[in-house]
């Protein structure tokens, strides 16, 4: 994989521009004594810029509109519907940008959690839309690992019809080993990052990384 400054790395794996501004709200949120509503916030913002990237990478057709000044302006439209797809629970950080920038946005939700000691995901439970092959997914997850959740997740989608070619996992921090393991069972799925991380740690955690996630998003990593 050669990372580019410039945002793409290769085909399947779009790394956003490393401007000096992400890096700046990635210093924010890494930041040990960063609080929950500025983790909130600065996430958010990160989010927004992930989902972006990634509506861009769905299939467009022409799609003329009339200006107030009697014109037409030729632009596009997406060609299939979208619907999000939370990983439960990180993933619905993400939930709730996509919903706030598309609010009639499809939802569908997989329940994963990692287990504590092995590491290993476990699906609990998932409510997808009846008619999701018809749509363009984004699989949300804000934390690429092992990849061991990513592609229990994406067996879901698979399993209710959606083509490969149809997601495109965001994440907001990524593990080489887990980009490694997603792209070994699916190489040409499209991934959709901020941060492609050094390595993992003998606990799975990602290095530099950010923690727990999860628990720093919704603050139930604070002592009593
Ligand atoms: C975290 C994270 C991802 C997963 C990534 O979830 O949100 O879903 O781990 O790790 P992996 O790539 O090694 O599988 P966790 O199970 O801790 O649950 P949470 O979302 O409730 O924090
Ligand atoms: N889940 C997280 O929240 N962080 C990591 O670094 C790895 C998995």
Redesign the pocket.
Known sequence: MATQAAGITNETVHLLPQTRQLRALHTIIRDRNCDLERFVTTSGRIIRQLVETALDLLPFEPYGVQTPVGQTYHGLRPVKPICGVPVVR?GESMEHELRAMSPGVRIGKILIQ?DKVT?LPRLYYSALPADIDRHSVLLLD?????GG?ALAAIEVLLAHGVAEDDIVFVSL?S?PEGIDAVHARHPNLRIVTSAI?ER??EN????P????????YFGTDVPR
């Open positions: 990180a990692r590491k804000p934390m690429l690992a092992t959740t921090l593990a991380e993992l740690n799975a955690y990602m290095i990384g950010i923690g727990d996630f999860g628990d720093r």
